[in-house]
């Protein structure tokens, strides 16, 4: 067994050698002289080799350590590599690897300040339910996208010390070169918030915000939209899309957009438990909706019987509409994108001359229809899941429950009607009236 004054006498030799302690301890003397005590063990079958430290009879001698204060790989006495061999052994015991634990805290220790892993605390953050400041499901989902396809490449293992805005602003410059402005001005959206959201975690974390010097008008301007389709555009496209080799159920899944006037990311997240048949309604919970508030969605039968054939076919997954590969996850966020831009180009390849138009632009063509068509605006807003900033909207906490029904069913018929080029005149009326009377009988 050894002894501080064994250790002392040991001397290098031409070759390293071990002399041995207790309990699978030994000391390793190299050729130039540095003595470091090892632990040879066995776990799983497999022979590992642990360096508990390097040998310093002063180590501690003025001021003893704790035990806890102890770490494998630091500089320590014979004693403290003794408490240290007992550590070891008790996690060999468990069936836990000293040494791959001691790597592993080392990564943990240099992956603590990578851009990378505040960014996933930050996504961690934004998430949970019990923030108060939790984005909406949609958003989050967007920035975790961009995030994935932009920014965890070629910043996620960096130093946040290590990301400068030059580096920053010419990342973006060629995301947008790839035809992604949007995305690109999120990236810089997204390398801000994870910076402001690290400071405040971490005071320690005294490093310049790349972010703070760059506007997005440096990386890409957009014009704001008000682009909202014509009866006759609806008609366009809707008889284009369907020549396409798009999978009929997408081509549905964009009319069931249409008909319900939800957001693009509530229709791609929505889930089975979400629909009542019975009541015809689809109730999204407030964990999914950008104002926090649950919004339930009146069916028209049109979107009901879209519904049915969902069912039909995807009666496996819990989602609306699954993705190809996948039935355990929805389909993608661009997905409805890229069959808008395929229906497109459909009615272009006729001749007709087409603006381009999004999934979102689907929502301001139904409000603004219903309102040349006479609705009320508040029933129109519901549907929108809007939220009235003004007084009137502090007082107004109606729902319209039924007016929307009937109105939602309305937008279905008028939808049908221009794609057989049909007046919706009558149909406007009937709608109308009928709305009203059972505002009377609520009365």
């Known amino acids: ?161 290590e990301i400068k805005p030059a580096m920053l602003m010419k990342h973006c410059e060629s995301v947008k070169d790839k035809g992604a402005a949007a995305p690109a001005v999120q990236v810089r959206e997204i390398v801000l918030l994870v910076y402001r959201f690290a400071a405040s975690k971490d005071k320690s974390v005294v490093v310049v915000n790349p972010a703070d010097g760059i506007r997005p008008s440096d990386i890409a301007t957009f014009k704001a939209r008000d682009r909202a389709l014509s009866p006759i555009e609806i008609r366009q496209f809707l008889a284009a899309v369907e020549t396409t080799a798009t999978a009929p159920t997408l081509r549905l899944a964009l009319r069931f957009v249409m008909l319900t006037m939800v957001r693009k990311g509530e229709f791609v997240n929505a889930t089975w438990d979400e629909v009542d048949f019975d009541n015809a309604t689809w109730t999204i919970p407030k964990e999914r909706m950008k104002t926090g508030k649950p919004h339930v969605v009146y069916l028209s039968n049109q979107a009901l019987d879209i519904l049915v054939t969902f069912k039909t076919c995807f009666s496996a997954s819990r989602f609306l509409h699954p993705g190809r590969y996948d039935m355990d996850t929805p389909i993608s966020n661009a997905t409805l994108n890229r069959v808008v831009e395929v229906g497109i180009a459909a009615v272009r390849s006729r001749g007709d001359e087409f603006a381009s138009f999004t999934v979102h632009d689907l929502r301001r063509t139904a409000s603004s229809l219903l309102n040349e068509a006479g609705f009320n605006r508040d029933w129109i807003e519901k549907c929108l899941a809007h939220e009235e900033g003004s007084i009137r909207g502090v007082y107004n906490k109606a729902e319209y429950g039924e007016q929307r029904r009937v109105m939602l069913q309305a937008w279905a018929d008028m939808i049908d009607a221009w794609c057989k080029g049909e007046s919706v005149k009558d149909l406007v009326r009937s709608a109308k009236i009928l709305a009203a009377d059972m505002a009377l009988d609520l009365n």
């Open 1 to 161: 067994m050894l002894t501080d004054t064994g250790l002392r006498k040991l001397r290098p030799l031409d070759k390293s050698f071990k002399v041995a302690d207790r309990d699978g301890m030994y000391v390793t003397v190299s050729t130039t002289g540095t003595k470091s005590f090892r632990y040879d063990y066995r776990l799983n079958g497999r022979r590992e080799t642990l360096t508990i430290g390097k040998y310093d009879d002063t180590a501690g001698a003025k001021h003893p350590r704790e035990p806890e204060a102890l770490e494998f790989g630091m500089t320590v006495s014979l004693a403290e590599a003794r408490t240290l061999l007992s550590v070891a052994r008790r996690l060999v015991e468990r069936g836990e690897s000293p040494s791959r634990s001691k790597a592993e805290r080392r990564q943990d220790a240099a992956d603590a300040l990578t851009f990378g892993r505040w960014a996933e605390r930050y996504f961690e953050d934004k998430s949970d339910p019990k923030n108060g400041a939790r984005l909406a499901d949609s958003t989050l989902a967007m920035r975790r996208s961009v995030y994935k396809r932009y920014l965890e490449g070629p910043f996620g293992k960096l130093k946040l010390d």
